[in-house]
Structures are given as structure tokens and as C-alpha cells.
């Protein structure tokens, strides 16, 4: 399998995973933590697969998630550089979370900003 089909694959697997996560109460801890767990997952496939998509499609070379970003804007693959952009800050405090209250604010961008553009990324890179 190429790479890009292989990358592209476990990202529309891990974004089903969120998907799927999201429809339940943030009200739960254990629900906001999972939520948030399915996040960095997406989102760490996310980048791959785009990296895959410009080096296979593009032939760019995307060294790590912000360079996967900005040239995927450059390309107009996504639309919104700084939702992705904020989108990969909150992938990297999701592993300080400490309190409920932080968790349940990132489970809320991340069900209600994030897994749309994770969504429309999935439809636009299938064609």
C-alpha cells in the first residue's frame, strides 16, 4: 500500500474513533479524557497524513506537524492556517491537563472547532 493511502486510512479510522466519542456527555470525566485521548490520536494522523499527501501528490517535504500545516495551507489543502495551527498548540497541552475544568474547556474546542476541520479534511483529501 502507498504511503499516502496507508496514512490517509488510519486518520479517516481515527477521526470515526473521535466522531464517535464526541456524541457523549462532557459532563463525564472519564468521557472528556477519552474525547481528548481520540484527539491526539486524530490529530497525530492528521499530520501524517497530510506529510504523506504533500510528498506523494505535491512533492513538498513536510518535516513536522507546523511545516505539515503551513504547506498544506500553501497548497490550499486546508482553509483556516490558524484553527490548525491552534489545533496542534492543543494537541500538545492536552498532556498538561491537570484539572477538569481545562479538560472539559479542550473537549469543547475540540468537538465544537477541531473535529469539523478534521471532518472536511478526511472528505477533501479522498478525492
Same mark, same amino acid.
Given at each position: 500500500?502507498?504511503?499516502?493511502?496507508?496514512?490517509? &486510512?488510519?486518520?479517516? *479510522?481515527?477521526? #470515526?474513533?473521535?466522531?464517535?466519542? +464526541?456524541?457523549? *456527555?462532557? &459532563?463525564?470525566?472519564?468521557? /472528556?479524557?477519552?474525547?481528548?485521548?481520540?484527539?491526539?490520536?486524530?490529530?497525530?494522523?492528521?499530520?501524517?497524513?497530510?506529510?504523506?499527501?504533500?510528498?506523494?501528490?505535491?512533492? /513538498? #517535504?513536510?518535516? *513536522? !506537524?507546523?511545516?505539515?500545516?503551513? @504547506? +498544506?495551507?500553501?497548497?490550499?489543502?486546508?482553509?483556516?492556517?490558524?484553527?490548525?495551527?491552534?489545533?496542534?498548540?492543543?494537541?500538545?497541552?492536552? /498532556?498538561?491537563?491537570?484539572? @477538569?475544568?481545562?479538560?472539559? #474547556?479542550?473537549?469543547?474546542?475540540?468537538? &465544537?472547532?477541531?473535529? !469539523?476541520?478534521? +471532518?472536511?479534511?478526511?472528505?477533501?483529501?479522498?478525492?
Amino acid at each position: 500500500m502507498a504511503p499516502f493511502a496507508q496514512a490517509y &486510512g488510519n486518520f479517516t *479510522n481515527a477521526v #470515526e474513533r473521535l466522531r464517535r466519542s +464526541s456524541v457523549k *456527555n462532557l &459532563g463525564d470525566p472519564t468521557i /472528556v479524557a477519552g474525547i481528548i485521548m481520540q484527539y491526539v490520536l486524530a490529530f497525530e494522523t492528521c499530520w501524517k497524513a497530510m506529510r504523506a499527501y504533500l510528498t506523494e501528490k505535491l512533492g /513538498v #517535504e513536510a518535516l *513536522n !506537524p507546523r511545516h505539515a500545516i503551513v @504547506e +498544506s495551507y500553501a497548497s490550499k489543502i486546508i482553509d483556516d492556517e490558524q484553527t490548525w495551527l491552534d489545533m496542534m498548540k492543543d494537541r500538545n497541552f492536552a /498532556v498538561h491537563v491537570y484539572s @477538569e475544568q481545562d479538560a472539559r #474547556e479542550l473537549a469543547e474546542r475540540i468537538t &465544537g472547532r477541531y473535529l !469539523p476541520e478534521l +471532518s472536511g479534511l478526511c472528505e477533501k483529501l479522498k478525492r
